[in-house]
């Protein structure tokens, strides 16, 4: 029922941007919640951001609090993960995640969610 899309990802130096976009197709998002999650290699999946498709609530992992931003465009069906001031050890690869039934303190849970895209690389370099 629901299908994403994520976009953007790239090399960049250290201190520099990316925008992530998240294009999702479906019947209606306002109650759904949409996650960002990275994993890097040799490592578990990590939660990073999270937002409410209705109303706009966001969560943070403690890591990019202050250097990232989620946001979403109903208009566009798309959620969009800004990403400032990268480091080193933001390389992963990001995978955008949509849950119908997610809660507020479920947000970084991946198995929580029920649709996933197929990711996108995203290398920092110092």
């Known amino acids: 029922q629901v299908q994403l899309v994520e976009s953007g990802g790239g090399s960049v130096q250290a201190g520099g941007s990316l925008r992530l976009s998240c294009a999702a197709s479906?019947?209606?998002?306002?109650?759904?919640?949409m996650g960002w999650f990275r994993q890097a290699p040799g490592k578990e999946r990590e939660f990073v951001a999270a937002?409410?498709?209705?109303?706009?609530?966001?969560y943070y992992a403690d890591s990019v609090k202050g250097r990232f931003t989620i946001s979403r465009d109903n208009a566009k069906n798309m959620v969009v993960l800004q990403m400032n001031s990268l480091k080193p050890e933001d390389t992963a690869v990001y995978y955008c995640a949509a849950g119908r039934w997610v809660i507020f303190s479920d947000y970084g849970r991946p198995g929580k969610y029920d649709y996933w895209g197929q990711g996108t690389q995203v290398t920092i370099s110092s």
């Open positions: 937002i409410r498709w209705s109303g706009a609530s966001t």
């Open positions: 479906g019947r209606t998002f306002s109650s759904y919640v």
